[in-house]
């Protein structure tokens, strides 16, 4: 089945303990992304990635890292989580790349999502 | 960078009416606009996408229009049923390679019986 998974789906936390947040797909996408939802600001993007070793900062990159060594695979790193990351986090990828081929693009396809509270 | 903006923020429609729900964006060169269902405790969806070079894009109850000289794009429900009823959002992708994408607030549509 093609899906993305993504873990742990919840986490609490404290100030200041790193931690990360797992994101796998099985669609052999190039692009994969991670988003942040919050209460009336809709999705946000923090981070992407075009292909493997290929990373940039979307809107809200801040307090954030992510490495992509593996095609599949897409971490989300936050070395000292603070209150204000409290949060919806979703991965998302898509096939090829958004607008690769002369301004088309594809589909996202989003993980189940991680809900992170951070007291 | 790109700016979103997403009307009206929450929409009540009585089952079989019509629903429209409307976008305006900033940067002119975005290219591609997507528009997303999540339903309660669920992951976004796609429901229709349009690119650029298109006005209007159709797929049973749903449509989408896009206005590239005024930077707006609209969602289209018709003959709405109680399962349209869900938080929609609309994005654009920026970027040289469209790979930046910006979503709107979001809107609640309610399809009341």
């Known amino acids: 089945e093609a899906q993305v998974t993504q873990n742990p789906r919840y986490l609490i936390t404290v100030t200041g303990k790193k931690l990360t947040v797992t994101c796998s797909q099985n669609?052999?996408?190039?692009?994969m992304s991670w988003y942040r939802q919050d209460p009336g600001l809709g999705l946000r993007q923090i981070y992407y990635?075009?292909?493997?070793?290929?990373?940039d900062k979307g809107d809200v990159p801040e307090g954030y890292k992510v490495s992509r060594k593996e095609k599949r695979n897409f971490p989300l790193i936050l070395e000292s989580p603070s209150p204000n990351q409290t949060s919806l986090y979703f991965c998302?990828?898509?096939?090829?790349?958004?607008?690769?081929?002369?301004?088309?693009?594809?589909?996202?396809?989003f993980g189940p999502g991680t809900r992170l509270t951070v007291t | 960078g790109e700016n979103v903006e997403q009307h009206p923020s929450t929409l009540s429609v009585q089952e079989g009416d019509s629903a429209v729900i409307k976008c305006t964006y900033s940067?002119?060169?975005?290219?591609?606009f997507p528009w997303y269902k999540q339903e309660l405790g669920k992951r976004p969806q796609l429901i229709i996408d349009?690119?650029?070079?298109?006005g209007e894009k159709k797929d049973q109850r749903i449509a989408v229009t896009l206005n590239k000289t005024a930077k707006h794009f609209s969602l289209h429900i018709t003959e709405t049923q109680p399962e349209d009823s869900a938080v929609y959002f609309c994005?654009?992708?920026?970027?040289?390679?469209?790979?930046?994408?910006?979503f709107g607030p979001g809107t609640r549509l309610s399809v009341l019986p």
């Open positions: 998302a990828s898509s096939l090829s790349g958004p607008g690769l081929a002369g301004g088309f693009s594809y589909e996202q396809y």
């Open positions: 669609m052999n996408h190039e692009y």
């Open positions: 990635s075009m292909n493997v070793e290929v990373t």
């Open positions: 940067d002119s060169a975005s290219n591609y």
């Open positions: 349009i690119r650029s070079n298109v």
């Open positions: 994005a654009a992708s920026s970027g040289n390679y469209g790979q930046n994408f910006v």
